[in-house]
């Protein structure tokens, strides 16, 4: 099902998993509508610049939530205030980065000599507008819409204040960007944390979870342990890397240079190339600082045995 701009998958009667069209420029995602009893909410359909206007003037939520700061994930919220009624959630933890802009600014890309091109990316690319009203929400907080009950998660790592949602009587997990899809888990900011997002992989695998809803990797209901093992398994890939690039005497750049999330750096046009270059440093400064702590295995004792699929 679906339309021009987005794919809808009927999950149960009462959940729908919705997909842009594209996700090219990390400019949307894979969101969810949940109604019950005249009550409809959304969470993270964001599903394109011109896209989630018009889904948003059809679908008419009375609730919306953000799982997260990131900009693929929560510009539409601003579409949102300005085409419905609705009531906003954003994570109380993250809330400054959408109502401040230079709070934003600041936390992602400090100091950096691609402030002005990421400012420019943000404001004019992305469509990135600050929030003036939302509510907030956090850690436990569950939304029930009628017969379905939402449990918030906080997955602290991908960002400060990530959050997953679950659907306890359906055991449905919506990870958001938990890094289940092809190309794994993502760490790119200095405000990221590589040891509490492999803490909130190993809560969210121990889940007993039936369908996982990923916001960049799809839909699954069978292998979802192995899922997360094979994310869990791009960490100690890139890890291995790492160590052995350094063990060769490499310096950083030239580590950086063979890739740390992408293995081989694709060929993209700027300024992407310099976002994915400025990411992949951050990632490789994350992994450091757990390296020098002896490494994933040590710090997570179980994640040799559990990466076994990889
Ligand atoms: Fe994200």
């Avoid at 004019?124 to 819409?145: M, N, P, R, T, W």
């Amino acid at each position: 099902m679906g339309n021009t701009f987005m794919k809808k998958t009927i999950v149960t009667d009462n959940i729908s998993y919705i997909e842009p069209v594209s996700m090219s420029n990390y400019q949307a995602c894979s969101g969810l509508v949940v109604t019950d009893k005249g009550t409809k909410l959304v969470i993270d359909t964001n599903l394109g610049r011109t896209e989630s206007k018009p889904f948003l003037a059809l679908e008419r939520p009375d609730i919306g939530i953000v799982s997260h700061y990131h900009l693929d994930h929560a510009v539409w919220s601003s579409e949102l205030m300005g085409t419905t009624d609705a009531e906003l959630f954003v994570p109380e933890i993250e809330a400054r980065y959408l109502s401040d802009f230079d709070f934003y600014l600041k936390r992602t890309i400090d100091g950096s000599p691609l402030t002005a091109l990421w400012k420019h990316f943000t404001l004019s690319v992305a469509g990135y507008k600050e929030l003036g009203h939302y509510s907030v929400y956090g850690e436990g907080h569950c939304f029930d819409i009628g017969r379905c009950r939402i449990e918030c998660i906080g997955t602290p790592g991908h960002s400060p204040g990530h959050m997953s949602f679950y659907f306890p009587f359906e055991r449905i997990l919506f990870t958001g960007d938990m890094g289940v899809d092809r190309f794994g888990p993502w760490y790119g900011w200095p405000d990221c944390d590589l040891v509490k997002m492999i803490d909130a992989m190993f809560r969210l695998r121990a889940m007993p979870v039936t369908t996982l809803l990923t916001s960049h990797g799809g839909l699954f209901t069978t292998g979802i342990v192995e899922r997360w093992d094979r994310a869990l398994g791009h960490l100690m890939d890139r890890e291995k890397r790492i160590v052995k690039g350094l063990e060769e005497g490499l310096e950083k750049e030239r580590i950086v240079a063979s890739g740390i999330f992408f293995k081989r750096m694709p060929v993209v046009d700027e300024p992407m190339r310099s976002f994915f270059r400025m990411w992949d440093e951050n990632m490789y400064d994350h992994h450091l600082a757990l390296i020098e702590r002896g490494g994933i295995a040590k710090v997570f004792s179980m994640s040799r045995r559990i990466c076994r699929y990889r």
